[in-house]
């Protein structure tokens, strides 16, 4: 009360003190200050996406009875109250018993009744039996005794000691180090270093990176030091593993996705983020919508933490510091045990097409590569960065594509239940039999999805087991470990995928990999599609032949003479960098300049447009020829809500915290007129 912060706010009484102790760590309130400020968005919404349901009782919070509770523990008479209430209803609302017991009276209660096991906050997405599972998978597997790491190469060792040298004088680090180098034993031993000093480590990685078979094998090393944090996670493992956080024994190491950068640590000392380039480390959609490397880099600056970027293909971001010296950069360019890279053959379709040399999708050469393979008792993947069948359907006459009526986007074709799918917002519709818009009756099919190639595949190689991992066949966790698992134990022979495939896969039978359709990812409207395209293409490669055996990989493409897929085919990162830098430099694109968006939606269409075209002018006032549009995005219209867009394009100089206080004060200045009151504002910082 005596601090009270500056003039212009009013005090306020405390309704009830929660927490015996705080559930906050001073170093994670400033963390989140930081995101609030630097992406835009109210330090409530960074909260939200923090806390686990269970440590942030709201009057929507749901309460549910814990029918395993430990009855025989003495409760208030309040508390006995609630509990009744809750054997009779099953479910309750925090608001509900706020009538009752009045706000400063109910939340002591509710806490009480979550500390004593008694009840839980439901988890947004319920899905009891999975989280179960997980957490039954992760204790009985650990392994009793802890073995030593296994001893690293001569280059891995050689690696590390190179890191060591770079965090004497530097925070960060950068590894370059390509498929199959052996990263993850590097990463072993620098944690296995520092934990022996006492310090802890978090290790980000990718969500879908996140597998069992990586957790087994940290888990053989660490046992029962090592915490995971995944977003499939149930509520309640949540709060248990940020309470053992806070405690006086916490995990020595936590391995995560992007959202364990809110965990609390008390003495974290090295920061890996493995796959560092990975596009999952940006939260999209909601707020924050903050990157979970660039966050990360805050934070082991915040504990005076070192940080250690890992990749085979690094992003252009994270490349020029290191050139420019703000980051050490550390090579690993050769793989573990004398495995040699994959062979990389372009094909060129359009020419093989002519040639007669096609079947559908796939070309002579790789169908040949695929059937010895098959003999061979070895592996296959596929990889098409499309999911569904046909990306769309056009009318043949008129040429009319069906759209989402919320969102006007193209729908997408799936096979599976005969339906059209919106890939922004799910909905879904029934396949047109004639076109709306001149009643021709022969709607084609354009393109081609994993769906399709799933199909097309069963036929040519109808004794294969063909299994698909995209979105659509892995909306949970367990069919997503279930699919790998049988590949992993060669259940299955041809895996066909989108870059899900690519990521991380380390299964030693795969001999052939074949991308399809290259020229659809760089033909991409964005300008990081070449820098994408490289990544995934030259990822998924990695997957092929990883132990004794040199993979063969196909890249089909109906023009080989772009300059990516020569990058591709020679493995030419730092080729593939120049060029692209030199783009980058040309437009002023990140790295070089920095990229803000500027959203607002509206209801109406006709506000939309007047409010982006008053809030573009502001804008310009300020920042002349740094503010382009305003402009109807791709995909103008979600959920009925019109969306327009502007882009702030700014040099490196320009100091950031007084562009986003002068973004912050117009857009205040326009919400405070009446006929722009709902409408919604919100920003991409850094856009990825
Ligand atoms: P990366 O992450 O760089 O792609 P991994 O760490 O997955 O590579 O290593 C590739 C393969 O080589 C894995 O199967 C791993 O177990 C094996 N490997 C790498 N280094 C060692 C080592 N020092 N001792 C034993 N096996 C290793
Ligand atoms: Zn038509
Ligand atoms: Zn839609």
Not at 105 to 117: Q, R, S, T
Not at 414 to 434: F, I, K, L, N, W
């Amino acid at each position: 009360r005596d601090d009270c912060p500056e003039a212009g706010f009013t005090i306020k009484e405390a309704l009830a003190l929660l927490d015996d102790s705080p559930v906050l760590l001073p170093e994670q309130l400033s963390l989140w200050r930081w995101i609030a400020d630097y992406y835009l968005c109210s330090i409530g919404e960074v909260c939200k996406a923090a806390l686990p349901s269970g440590m942030k009782l709201e009057s929507e919070s749901v309460l549910i009875l814990n029918a395993e509770g430990d009855t025989s523990q003495s409760l208030s008479e309040g508390e006995a109250e609630v509990l009744a209430l809750l054997r009779k209803r099953k479910t309750l609302k925090v608001a509900e018993l706020q009538r009752r017991f009045g706000l400063r009276g109910v939340l002591p209660l509710v806490k009480a009744l979550l500390d004593k096991g008694l009840a839980f906050v439901r988890e947004e997405v319920r899905d009891t039996s999975r989280h179960k599972t997980a957490t039954h998978l992760a204790e009985s597997e650990g392994i009793p005794q802890e073995p030593l790491p296994s001893p690293l190469s001569e280059a891995q060792g050689r690696v590390k000691a190179e890191i060591e040298g770079v965090f004497r004088d530097r925070g960060v680090c950068l590894l370059h180090g390509v498929t199959g180098s052996g990263k993850t034993e590097v990463y072993i031993h620098l944690i296995s270093d520092t934990l022996k000093r006492g310090g802890q480590v978090l290790y980000l990685l990718p969500e879908i990176v996140l597998t069992a078979q990586l957790v087994d094998r940290l888990r053989r090393v660490f046992g029962t030091r090592l915490g995971v944090y995944h977003s499939k996670l149930g509520d309640r493992e949540r709060v248990e593993l940020w309470k053992r956080q806070l405690s006086s024994e916490p995990y020595g190491v936590i391995v995560g996705v992007r959202s364990s950068v809110f965990l609390p640590f008390r003495s974290l000392r090295l920061i890996i983020v493995d796959e560092e380039h990975d596009t999952s480390f940006k939260q999209q959609e909601p707020a924050p919508r903050y990157h979970a490397r660039d966050t990360a880099l805050v934070l082991a600056q915040m504990h005076g933490a070192k940080a250690l970027l890992g990749t085979a293909t690094p992003s252009l971001e994270s490349y020029r510091n290191a050139q420019e010296g703000k980051y050490g950069l550390v090579r690993l360019m050769e793989r573990y045990g004398q495995v040699e890279m994959p062979e990389i053959v372009a094909v060129n379709t359009a020419e093989l097409r002519h040639r007669k040399e096609m079947t559908g999708q796939f070309s002579l050469p790789l169908l040949n590569a695929m059937r010895s393979a098959l003999e061979r008792q070895e592996q296959v993947i596929l990889f098409r960065n499309r999911r569904g069948f046909a990306p769309s359907l056009e009318c043949h006459a008129c040429g009319w594509v069906p759209r989402c009526l919320r969102c006007d986007v193209p729908l997408t074709l799936h096979r599976e239940g005969q339906r059209m799918v919106c890939h922004y917002c799910g909905s879904t519709y029934a396949v047109p039999t004639q076109c709306p818009n001149c009643s021709c009756q022969q709607l084609v099919r354009l393109g081609y999805g994993t769906e399709r190639i799933e199909e097309e595949i069963q036929t040519l190689f109808p004794e294969a087991r063909v299994a698909r991992m995209d979105q659509d066949t892995t909306r949970t966790r367990r069919a997503y470990e279930s699919l790998l698992r049988d590949f992993e134990q060669g259940r299955t022979d041809i895996l066909i995928g989108t870059q899900m495939v690519a990521k991380g896969l380390d299964i030693e039978r795969v001999s052939v990999v074949g991308i399809l359709g290259a020229d659809t990812m760089l033909a991409f409207p964005d300008f990081r599609a070449a820098e994408r395209a490289f990544q995934m293409m030259a990822q998924v490669s990695g997957r092929a032949g990883r132990r004794e055996k040199k993979g063969l990989v196909f890249l089909q493409a109906k023009d080989t003479s772009q300059s990516v897929i020569g990058q591709v085919l020679r493995g030419d990162y730092e080729a593939m960098y120049l060029e692209q830098m030199e783009e980058r430099e040309l437009f002023q694109y990140p790295p070089v300049g920095r990229l803000v968006y500027v959203f607002m939606k509206h209801k109406d269409r006709s506000v939309a447009d007047l409010l982006a075209s008053e809030m573009a002018s502001l804008l310009r006032a300020d920042f002349a020829g740094r503010v382009l549009g305003p402009d109807t995005p791709p995909v103008s219209m979600v959920r009925l809500y019109h969306i327009r867009k502007i882009v702030l394009k700014l040099e490196r100089g320009l100091p950031m915290p007084a562009v986003r206080r002068r973004l912050r004060q117009l857009q205040d200045h326009v919400l405070a007129q009446p006929q722009y009151r709902s409408a919604l504002f919100y920003y991409d910082v850094d856009p990825y």
